[in-house]
């Protein structure tokens, strides 16, 4: 019994978790500059995990 709350508590954790994530996301796409920054910072990381050695 323990053990099924136990995972009914986390299975909870999870979806509230995703649910504030996926709305802070959407939120976060809204603010052009925010999100330009964010591209910004894509695009300059790429180059960063690219495998130089070849």
Do not use: C, G, P
């Not at 996926?22 to 052009?32: F, M």
């Not at 300059?44 to 995990?49: L, V």
Request: glycine share 0%.
């Amino acid at each position: 019994m323990i053990s099924l709350l136990e995972d009914a508590a986390d299975a909870l954790e999870r979806q509230v978790f995703f649910a504030q994530f996926s709305e802070r996301y959407a939120q976060l796409r809204e603010d052009r500059d925010a999100w330009a920054e964010i591209e910004q910072e894509r695009r300059s990381e790429s180059n960063a995990t690219r495998d130089s050695s070849t």
